[in-house]
């Protein structure tokens, strides 16, 4: 098992920047996928983005592609979630998740271990 905890949520206007981070600890962190997932009020929870264990490989969802960045680093043992140009509709509480099978897929059943979320808050 593996502790997370994310941080860097707030409230932004629209057209602005977050970096989220999520911090681990426990296992050893460099055999997880890793992924964040958010979830709006009255609405699932969904797949935002995903990284692979060795921080090669990256997954978007089409509604976040080519504004937000996910990275990783093993040495911190976190991960960080980068947001440009944000709208309303990315307001959601935000959760990091991982993966102990290397899983980096939107499925939020085959995620093992999950933070508490930080919320964020997106005004138009």
């Known amino acids: 098992q593996v502790q997370l905890v994310e941080s860097g949520g707030g409230l932004v206007q629209a057209g602005g920047s977050l970096r989220l981070s999520c911090a681990a600890s426990?296992?050893?962190?460099?055999?997880?996928?890793m992924g964040w997932f958010r979830q709006a009020p009255g609405k699932e929870r969904e797949f935002v983005a995903a990284?692979?264990?060795?921080?090669?490989?990256?997954y978007y969802a089409d509604s976040v592609k080519g504004r937000f960045t996910i990275s990783g680093d093993n040495a911190k043992n976190t991960i960080y979630l980068q947001m440009n140009s944000l709208e309303p509709e990315d307001t959601a509480v935000y959760y990091c998740?991982?993966?102990?099978?290397?899983?980096?897929?939107?499925?939020?059943?085959?995620?093992?271990?999950w933070g508490q979320g930080t919320q964020v808050t997106v005004s138009s």
């Open positions: 426990g296992r050893t962190f460099s055999r997880y996928a």
């Open positions: 998740a991982a993966s102990a099978y290397y899983y980096t897929g939107s499925d939020v059943n085959r995620y093992d271990d």
């Open positions: 990284i692979s264990t060795s921080g090669s490989l990256a």
